[in-house]
């Protein structure tokens, strides 16, 4: 039940990454907060199911996609019930635009269906293996592979269709 | 006229990327972007309510579980009075 010290150190510095996690899958909102405070708490209450030494940041990332996919679950029924149609525009709010150019690439990622979203971010942004991303969204190495590829041509074709796009590639 | 060097040598322009090579699945336009856009979630300020939070959940767990130091029962300690000093 007594985190240990490892834990409780590796949660006040996975907070940022978290919450970075949390604002790629659903956009920077109250639902990403939310998301990172359920992963926190969760996380204290079950520290003893973590083994010292393994992956802390694998650890607490699963629990808050776990947390993201529960609540995703939860609102579709909701919304179902009054109109399905609403379902999928809760789940990929885009979040606001900041920047143009970063602006422009959040909107494609929010496009995204959410299991090629979560992998690329995992892989991509958060640079988990493809192992420990397949261990964390609970499917095979494979599959990661062929979201993550999906996701870029998606995206390559999202980035390349928009005129405002300066492409600084180098 | 020289033919010894080739500038068009893939060997070179690649790898040299200080300790981050784009995922090759990803590639680089698509992972440079999502970079960036990580490191500004990432760099941003944390909300002081999730420090508070890991502060609470260790106090829970003083007032709950059993150390030897803790004092007795759970009204031993109540946590209301850290700021009932201040009487003007």
Redesign the interface.
């Known amino acids: 039940?007594?985190p240990s010290d490892e834990v409780?150190k590796g949660?006040?510095t996975a907070?940022?990454?978290l919450?970075?996690f949390a604002?790629?899958l659903c956009g920077?909102s109250a639902l990403a907060?939310d998301l990172?405070?359920e992963t926190?708490?969760k996380a204290?209450a079950k520290a003893d199911s973590y083994q010292d030494g393994t992956n802390l940041m694998a650890w607490l990332f699963t629990i808050l996609r776990n947390e993201f996919y529960s609540h995703i679950r939860k609102r579709k029924r909701e919304v179902e019930d009054v109109d399905g149609a609403e379902a999928a525009q809760l789940v990929s709010a885009p979040a606001q635009m900041?920047s143009l150019?970063?602006g422009d690439?959040?909107a494609a990622?929010a496009t995204l269906p959410e299991d090629q979203r979560e992998a690329?971010?995992l892989?991509?942004?958060?640079g988990f293996s493809y192992e420990e991303a397949a261990d964390i969204m609970g499917c095979a190495v494979g599959t990661v592979?062929s979201r993550?590829?999906r996701?870029?041509t998606r995206?390559?074709e999202l980035?390349e269709g928009t005129p405002l796009s300066g492409?600084g590639?180098a | 006229m020289s033919d010894t060097e080739d500038p068009d040598d893939p060997g070179k322009r690649q790898g040299s990327e200080a300790g981050s090579a784009a995922?090759p699945?990803?590639?680089?336009?698509?992972?440079s972007?999502?970079?960036?856009?990580?490191d500004?979630?990432?760099?941003?300020d944390?909300?002081d309510?999730?420090?508070d939070?890991?502060g609470q959940?260790?106090q829970n767990?003083k007032a709950g579980?059993e150390s030897d130091d803790a004092p007795s029962g759970p009204d031993g300690a109540s946590p209301a009075s850290q700021s009932d000093k201040g009487h003007s």
């Open positions: 039940m007594t409780r949660l006040v907070i940022p990454h919450r970075a604002m790629s920077r907060d990172v405070q926190l708490t204290w900041a150019e970063l690439f959040r990622l690329i971010i892989v991509g942004a958060s592979k993550l590829s996701a870029r995206l390559t980035m492409d590639r | 995922d699945i990803i590639g680089q336009a698509v992972g972007r999502l970079k960036s856009l990580f500004e979630f990432t760099n941003e944390v909300p309510r999730f420090l939070l890991i959940l260790e767990e579980g």
